[in-house]
């Protein structure tokens, strides 16, 4: 009886230290999206989304008693959207998608081939998660990992020139990659105002470039929160979804309470 008790007495402590580890990082998640809602409040608003704005601003770990806190936001539109690439017909996503597997030197492969549920109107769902490309035999583990800072799956949005890394502007035709990396560190410090301005840009004279599909804001981000208390660690996820100055919303979370122990947690 002993025994059981103190295995009971274990397993209440270590459920206190996950609910604990749980709170803080929302509490980091709830300090994230304060810093979009100052960005979207400012004058301008994110019309024009760029890596001078608060949110883009490396942040200090916050010290806690007997820890810390370290939160880091990304523009999920400076990476390709796999949903755009779904489509047959739409050959400019689709061709970009496989630039950029080819600048990155993965293996090619074809999301339009995935099987996909259907809504109540025979219509086929978008992906919700990069990770559903492991239906494909093209794509394992490692592929996955080296696509995660490249691409995500979110609603229908486009690619911001003024946060794209310059793998995922050499994705875009007409864009060689020594142009793009020049373009990625010689960007204006608050942005491009309108994608017919980073059009205009002398190193792109010339050049056979599609405007569709380019953007100069965006509404999609994602929030990475780890938390560390008394050794113990939690790392939490979160996708956001700027929908106006009043509100951002939580569209998923990713909880990881552990390098092997994932799971999708999704409001």
């Known amino acids: 009886m002993l025994a059981r008790q103190r ?14 580890l749980w709170q803080l990082a929302l509490s980091g998640e709830s300090w994230a999206r304060s810093q979009l809602q100052e960005d979207a409040r400012s004058e301008g608003g994110l019309l024009v989304t760029h890596l001078g704005q608060h949110w883009a601003r490396p942040a200090p770990a916050f010290p806690i008693e007997g820890g810390r806190i370290a939160i880091q936001i990304v523009d ?31 293996k ?11 809504d109540r109107l ?9 990770s559903e490309l492991r239906q ?17 799956a979110y609603e ?11 793998l995922v502007l050499a994705s875009i ?54 938390v560390e208390l008394h050794g113990r660690r ?5 996708d956001l979804r700027v929908m106006n100055a009043e509100q951002v919303r939580v569209q998923q979370r990713t909880l990881l309470p552990g390098p092997s122990n994932a799971h999708l947690l999704t409001e």
């Open 7 to 20: 295995l009971s007495l274990a397993s209440s402590s270590h459920l206190v230290q996950h609910q604990q």
């Open 76 to 106: 999920l539109g400076a990476r390709l959207n796999l949903n755009s690439a779904l489509v047959q017909d739409d050959v400019i996503p689709r061709a970009r998608y496989q630039r950029l597997l080819a600048l990155a030197q993965i």
């Open 108 to 118: 090619p492969h074809d999301p339009a081939a995935l099987s996909r549920p259907l």
């Open 122 to 130: 025979g219509r086929p769902l978008p992906l919700s998660d990069i």
């Open 136 to 152: 494909l035999p093209e794509v394992d583990r490692d592929t996955l990992q080296r696509l995660s800072p490249l691409v995500a």
């Open 156 to 166: 229908q949005a486009h690619i911001n020139l003024n946060t794209a890394s310059a």
């Open 173 to 226: 035709e007409g864009i060689d990659l020594p142009t793009a990396q020049t373009l990625a560190q010689s960007r204006p410090s608050k942005g491009y105002p309108t994608v017919a301005a980073f059009l205009a840009n002398p190193m792109l004279q010339g050049r056979d470039i599609t405007p569709r599909g380019l953007s100069v804001n965006s509404r999609q981000f994602r929030a990475t929160i780890d």
């Open 234 to 238: 939690l790392r939490l996820v979160s």
